[in-house]
């Protein structure tokens, strides 16, 4: 089957927002309303704060807006995988955090097994699987630096498993395989809109206020509280948390921080029992290749394949636009590369096709701090690792608001901010330059150019 031909039937929507289990949307604020705690945004980030929040005490009263319906941005279209990493991976948090990574990843991986204990204990049915993520390396170069990784790991007492090629094809088969990192402990699959959907029940479950198409439009000082501005009405509470993440922040000064990187993915119709066979995955791993442009893969609970990633876009002037949302050029260029990678699956169609915003940074990985005297905590710049991360970032921001020094606010990575980025037209020009020596890179045997080194050198990057 020709690659564009394998879309013809694909649906232009988040394959996870079409579940039939999507709850209705709450009913929008109309007038004035007060809380303790404000919450705005109802993807991951503003629900586990809201969540934790009366998880810490509650006779909290906490309200949540969210300005479209819960889980229906990031947190509805990704590609489910939910890892223990705070840092956008090991080798991030190496480079810029060497004196606290034991202690990051530590963290991490309580950060996560506290996801899991928490979908346990509000019974939320999200397709979790603790299946693990193993990086997968399709070109000699990309093989030495997972042999780095190992050896980097090992030495800060972490256990990864290496796989050969024959390993590797055992696990799962494509002709492209020459080896990969298994991440056997660190990662989970979750079908990511369950995961929000369950998330609201638990909220509403503890007594949070919910109100959806409820867009926060202004923040202001209300005596030694905030007022938040609606849609139909306003807010007054004592403390604000702000879970907005890709969208613009309440807080302008934050704004430079982030820019809004729009990534991409298919979802295939049901594998036969037969296509299953002849790739293997019996142990339904997340995967990603070690591209600079990389796929990220995985089965969903139904057998299906998401394959996304490699094309990550800025439109220039870094708006969020519906119309970003699809792009047929990059469908095109992943169902090529996914016919290259399993040439055994020929034949088979895509069901949808989607693409969202993932909010960066420079860093790559979230950072948090707080505005007007203390009242006002943020958190932001997730870079596509926020499904896990999230929980963690709403825990510092209670910590923020509450002003305790905690294992989290004394960490250097809480307490520092990334680089801001150049306003335009310098900040197009530098991510499209960037762009074009990650696939120079790629196309190099991974040979970084003069640009990609100054780069380094600063703390700056881009990566989705």
Partial sequence: ???????????????????????????????????????????????????????????????????????WAASGRNGGFCAASLTHGFGNGLQRWPGELAELERQGAANLQAIEDTLKRYAIDAEW??????????????????????????????????????????????????????????????????????????????????F???RATAL??????????????????????????VFPSLVKRVRPYVVPVYDYALMTEPLSAAQLASIGWSGRQGLGDSANKFHYFRLSADNRILWGGYDAVYEFGGKVRHEYDQRPETFRTLSGNFFRCFPQLEGIGFTHAWGGAIDTCTRFSAFFDTAYGGRVAYAAGYTGLGV??????????????????????????????PLPFPPEPVRWAGIEMTKWSLDRADRNGGRRNLWLRTLDRLGLGFDS
């Fill in 1 to 71: 089957m020709d690659s564009a031909r394998a879309l013809s039937d694909a649906r232009p929507t988040p394959f996870w927002l079409e579940d039939p289990g999507r709850p209705q949307a709450l009913p929008a604020l109309v007038g004035d309303t007060t809380c303790d705690l404000l919450v705005v945004g109802g993807g991951y980030s503003g629900l586990w704060t809201a969540l934790i929040a009366k998880e810490r005490d509650p006779s909290l009263d906490v309200v949540l807006v969210e300005g479209h319906e819960v889980g």
């Fill in 129 to 210: 699987e603790r299946t693990g993520e193993i990086d997968v390396a399709t070109e000699p170069h990309q093989l030495e630096e997972l042999h780095e990784i190992a050896e980097a790991v090992a030495e800060h007492g972490l256990d990864l498993t290496f796989l050969d090629a024959d390993a590797l094809r055992a696990e799962v088969d494509s002709p492209t395989f020459l080896g990969g990192l298994w991440d056997k402990e660190g990662v989970a699959m979750v079908h990511p809109a369950k995961l929000a959907w369950g998330l609201k029940q638990a909220c509403l479950g503890q007594g949070v206020r919910i």
């Fill in 212 to 214: 959806e198409h409820t």
């Fill in 220 to 245: 202001a000082e209300h005596g030694s509280g905030m007022a938040v501005r609606t849609t139909y009405g306003r807010v007054f509470a004592r403390r604000v948390a702000l879970g907005t993440n």
């Fill in 388 to 417: 896990g991360a999230t929980r963690y970032g709403a825990e510092v921001m209670l910590d923020l608001l509450a002003g305790a020094r905690t294992e989290r606010t004394a960490l250097e990575m809480v307490r520092s901010k």
